[in-house]
């Protein structure tokens, strides 16, 4: 059975930091490429940052240089480092693993930045 479970999120203040993390089960997660996603009220979900079964990473224009995506093989666990948080980074964060035509999704972690 294939899990990803989100952990890290929660309440925090403008130009504050988190880290999520996703530990990934059931799955040989070297093989997958990882990535973080994210859904605000009223909005479609959309890509945060990606990163390759061979560490190569991407993101999205709104996170370069704030956010920071990573993984370690040996703990099957893909990391989201949040630094310099806006009000509009408020989303439900989504961990997600592809490999070929595999998808899957973890079930959500809520960041809510607010002061």
């Known amino acids: 059975q294939v899990q990803l479970v989100e952990s890290g999120g929660g309440l925090v203040q403008p130009g504050g930091s988190l880290r999520l993390s996703c530990a990934a089960s059931?799955?040989?997660?070297?093989?997958?490429?990882m990535g973080w996603y994210r859904q605000a009220p009223g909005k479609q979900r959309e890509l945060v940052a990606t990163?390759?079964?061979?560490?190569?990473?991407d993101s999205a224009d709104s996170v370069k240089g704030r956010f920071t995506i990573s993984r370690d093989n040996a703990k099957n666990t893909v990391y989201l480092q949040m630094n310099s948080l806006k009000p509009e980074d408020t989303a439900v964060y989504y961990c997600?693993?592809?490999?070929?035509?595999?998808?899957?999704w973890g079930s959500g972690t809520q960041v809510t930045v607010s002061s």
């Open positions: 997600n693993a592809v490999f070929r035509r595999i998808e899957y």
């Open positions: 059931g799955i040989t997660f070297s093989l997958y490429t």
């Open positions: 990163i390759s079964s061979s560490g190569s990473t």
